[in-house]
């Protein structure tokens, strides 16, 4: 049983980092809390109906703002959010041509970067694989005594690195998916044998088994159903994890995989290349662009469903992000159509760990910022610090003055992961070194201040994701954050929204925190159109509710430590409409 008390922990973690956090995800909260007040409501929203209620009260919004959504798809048919949905009027519907000449035919809602006449792309690699399939007919055989250049060892440090996390990822997804589909089928075989659709945990215990790996994925259901409150949310969250390990088994770490040219038949190579995808903005799956919407501007008039944060808002959807990770021509692309069709914010709730050619897409944030364009950012669900590790898109761009920083400031290669002993030798379990989280952690160096100076986009805001009540569990448990990186945080916990077929849902991440913060630039812009992109954002920074005590995180060596909330982001507070309406008023024209 030793094995299967080790890896019971193991196999827990992993379902922890997927689905649980440090706040009370068994709390019930008001379906609008994330537009509540703190003081008057004893939520640690961002004051939106109170705004409402006491600044907006007898005026009018002077522009409808539109948001450009770039995100997996929309479902623009929505209930709560076809009344709000941005459309062409420069295109006429289904006649094939393109009306408006802008390069895109019947382009009515938006355009889907990754698809074409020969259908859409809904799954992709992951960065790292596609730059390890790259790399890796030049460096696979690379010995220690070969001789490279200067650009050459860079590429082979690259390629070392991807590989190490490539099978890091590989070695957790391929270990734990099994044990989700034995949990799966021991729960589905209980309830077919009790009659029911899902088995009581006293079912469970019932059930009689014959082998040690039984009385494991016992102990794993008890033990998840106690953390989730519930066996039936534990049976949904194990479904979700099941689905999500068959894409990354089979999909993002499949080095084979590659639908790229079957699927959207752009010249993938020619990153100045427009034009080429089609105008499906729905896509396979739209669940996450949907709610990233409804939160922006859900019609807070129709009576029904949610309301959003702003109220005179259109949503213009673009589709960049497969099942996977987005690659940076479809971002570039994505952004500039966004500002040639009239969006003065972009959302953007996506990122990843790897740039493939940041440079096209530095260029496209350059091309909204000359526009006067805000793009608001999703700061990831990683619980890591990205003043330290990478994370793209970022507003640092890759300029000569980085890249000199760069060469002076080298940090010293990663240690590489290795592999895990065979299964049949993990007897020493949590004792063995591979087994043992902080041989995983390199020691962070101390952060130069400098770094972040360097030339980067001021049209940009990075949100990390604040919960519901002003404690020490302020920070989202999962929630990146960055004292020079991270701008803001707004509320990313237990969010409720629209998602497709007219349904609604709860879901947690920065994806929800940064369109609370789009929302909140539509409304101020809405009310205040003479406003630039750079007033906007300034007011959206000062306002914050600032955080006065310590909260709490688990840094990266898995050390639970307190800060002070100035140290997890730049303005050290939660975003305000309230505070930030007030604000806008004194910037008179």
């Not at 539109?66 to 479902?75: P, S």
């Not at 794993?220 to 949904?236: A, T």
């Not at 190579?269 to 922006?296: K, L, M, Q």
Request: charged share 30%; glycine share 6%.
């Amino acid at each position: 049983m030793k094995f299967f008390r080790s890896f019971l922990i193991v196999v827990l973690s992993f379902i922890a980092v997927q689905f649980v956090a440090a706040q009370d995800k068994n709390v019930i909260l008001p379906p609008n809390w994330f537009n509540l007040d703190l003081k008057s409501d004893g939520y640690f929203g961002i004051s939106t109906e109170k705004a409402y209620q006491e600044l907006l009260k007898n005026k009018q919004p002077k522009q409808k703002i539109i948001v450009a959504v770039i995100d997996g798809g929309t479902d623009v048919h929505h209930e709560d959010l076809k009344d709000v949905i941005w459309t062409n009027k420069g295109e006429v519907v289904g006649n094939g041509i393109d009306d408006d000449k802008n390069g895109y035919i019947d382009d009515v809602y938006g355009w889907n970067f990754i698809g074409s006449k020969n259908g859409n792309l809904h799954y992709d690699n992951l960065e790292l694989v596609r730059i390890k399939r790259y790399l890796e007919p030049k460096y696979k055989s690379t010995l220690p005594s070969t001789k490279l250049d200067s650009a050459e060892k860079e590429e082979y440090k690259l390629y070392r690195r991807v590989v190490s996390d490539f099978g890091k990822k590989y070695q957790e997804a391929s270990e734990v998916y099994p044990i989700y589909i034995a949990i799966k089928k021991m729960i589905d075989s209980v309830a077919v044998l009790n009659k029911k659709t899902i088995p009581s945990l006293e079912d469970i215990d019932r059930f009689k088994t014959d082998d040690e790996f039984d009385d494991f994925i016992k102990k794993v259901i008890r033990k998840g159903s106690k953390e989730d409150g519930s066996i039936e949310k534990f049976y949904q969250n194990i479904a979700k994890g099941n689905k999500e390990l068959n894409q990354t088994l089979n999909y993002n770490l499949n080095e084979k995989y590659d639908m790229r040219a079957e699927l959207v038949g752009d010249d993938y190579s020619n990153s100045s290349e427009r034009g080429y995808g089609n105008n499906d903005v729905i896509g396979p799956d739209a669940e996450h662009g949907t709610h990233v919407s409804g939160i922006i501007g859900a019609n807070r008039k129709n009576n029904i469903g949610i309301m959003g944060v702003a109220d005179n808002v259109s949503i213009m959807s673009i589709r960049v992000v497969p099942a996977g990770d987005e690659r940076d021509k479809d971002v570039a692309n994505g952004i500039r159509y966004a500002v040639d069709n009239g969006a003065k914010i972009i959302n953007m709730s996506f990122g990843k760990a790897y740039k493939w050619d940041k440079k096209v897409v530095d260029e496209a944030v350059k091309y909204a910022e000359s526009k006067g364009v805000l793009l608001i950012h999703a700061a990831g669900n990683d619980n890591e610090n990205i003043d330290v590790v990478e994370n793209y898109p970022t507003k640092f761009y890759d300029s000569s003055e980085a890249k000199e920083y760069a060469q002076k400031h080298k940090k010293p290669e990663d240690k590489l992961f290795m592999p895990l002993i065979q299964r049949d030798n993990m007897q020493q379990g949590a004792n063995h070194p591979y087994m043992r989280k902080q041989d995983m952690i390199n020691k962070e160096p101390a952060l130069d201040s400098a770094k972040f100076k360097l030339p980067r986009a001021q049209n940009w805001i990075e949100v990390g994701a604040s919960s519901y009540k002003d404690d020490d569990n302020l920070k989202a448990s999962f929630s990146n954050y960055g004292k020079y990186t991270v701008d803001v945080f707004a509320p990313g916990f237990k969010i409720n929204s629209t998602v497709p077929g007219n349904k609604y849902d709860e879901f947690d991440g920065t994806s929800m925190a940064a369109p609370v913060v789009s929302g909140l630039a539509a409304l101020i812009w809405s009310y205040y159109p003479h406003l630039t992109a750079l007033e906007i954002k300034d007011i959206i920074m000062k306002s914050v509710t600032k955080v006065n005590h310590k909260i709490k995180y688990k840094n990266e060596q898995d050390e639970t430590i307190r800060v002070n909330f100035s140290d997890l982001c730049v303005s050290g507070g939660i975003v305000n409409a309230y505070n930030a309406l007030k604000l806008a008023e004194q910037y008179k024209k």
